[in-house]
């Protein structure tokens, strides 16, 4: 099974500032990866798919980079309704997530 | 508009089944793949499987093969979920979703508590 690691476990952040967060996959998964955001109560909501590719309708302050193991999320100049839930995905062998990434403002 | 409604969750006892249903529309339901995934109270995703078009491949998290099974039916748009030997680590919030192998769209979520 690949194991997918997250990190952080918790961010703050203020407003306008620029957040990253990271999975690390315990082998290759060749760009196989997709990030989620879920808010309190909600279903999640794709962000990003096959690493680096935006969503239909995701704001471009979000973007996806990596490769091989390594994968990072950025978003840029953060809103208020970022505040969430991240989680990471790999689908390059079966699927598994990450353990998420709770995101709140400082 | 794609929209999936999960149904068929609720309080159930140690050790029973339960089969949770998810209604398609908005798409062509026989063409996409479609997966399940739950959600602990509290905890983070846990992919439970998926089926293809034609239920001719279904994959599932190996903890899970022998306890749940993924099924669909096409002419009614609606995929299935049956649980059965359920234990309290079943309490969850199941997902059903639109698999491109990433998830695209997703259900609301069904909630199955699994108490005596």
């Known amino acids: 099974d690949i194991q997918m690691t997250q990190s952080p476990a918790s961010l703050s952040a203020s407003l306008g500032e620029t957040v990253t967060i990271e999975c690390r996959a315990s082998?290759?998964?060749?760009?196989?990866l997709a990030w989620y955001q879920q808010k309190p109560g909600k279903s999640p909501q794709l962000l990003i798919y096959?690493?680096?590719s935006l969503h239909t309708g995701v704001p471009s302050r979000f973007s996806g980079s990596g490769s091989g193991t390594q994968y990072s999320l950025k978003i840029n100049s953060l809103q208020s309704e970022d505040v969430a839930s991240y989680f990471c995905q790999q689908y390059y062998n079966y699927d598994t997530f990450g353990a998420g990434t709770k995101l709140e403002l400082k | 508009e794609v929209k999936l409604v999960e149904s068929g969750g609720g309080l159930v006892q140690p050790g029973r089944s339960l089969k949770l249903s998810c209604a398609a529309s908005?798409?062509?339901?026989?063409?996409?793949?479609m997966g399940w995934v739950r959600q602990a109270p509290g905890k983070g995703l846990e992919w439970i499987g998926e089926?293809?078009?034609?239920?001719?491949?279904?994959n599932y998290t190996p903890s899970l093969k022998d306890k749940f099974t993924i099924s669909r039916d096409n002419a009614q748009n609606t995929l299935y979920l049956q649980m059965s030997k359920l234990g309290s680590e079943d309490t969850a919030i199941y997902y059903c979703?639109?698999?491109?192998?990433?998830?695209?769209?997703w259900g609301q979520g069904t909630l199955v508590t699994v108490s005596s």
């Open positions: 908005g798409f062509s339901f026989n063409d996409y793949w």
């Open positions: 979703a639109v698999s491109y192998d990433w998830f695209a769209y």
């Open positions: 082998e290759d998964i060749y760009n196989g």
């Open positions: 089926i293809n078009q034609d239920s001719s491949t279904i």
């Open positions: 096959n690493a680096n």
